[in-house]
């Protein structure tokens, strides 16, 4: 994925390993025609990582539609 632009920015837990990882709200319209399809009720995307393990977790926000996940070991 190319280099996102980010409205804002959080750190939180991280959901699978506990670390500190970092959450950011991305308009939708730097994704592709087929995720802004995926996620027509949104204008935003929540795109979270855990540097520590791995974990990217990238969500229509409102709907919590999935558009791309993974997790290290799955």
Request: charged share 20%; hydrophobic share 35%.
């Amino acid at each position: 994925m190319s280099e996102l632009t980010s409205l804002s920015s959080q750190q939180i837990r991280c959901p699978y390993c506990g670390a500190i990882a970092d959450r950011y709200l991305l308009d939708i319209s730097q994704f592709s025609e087929q995720i802004i399809q995926r996620c027509t009720a949104d204008r935003f995307v929540t795109r979270t990582v855990c540097n520590h393990c791995d974990y990217l977790m990238v969500l229509c926000t409102k709907s919590d539609a999935v558009v791309e996940t993974y997790m290290a070991g799955f």
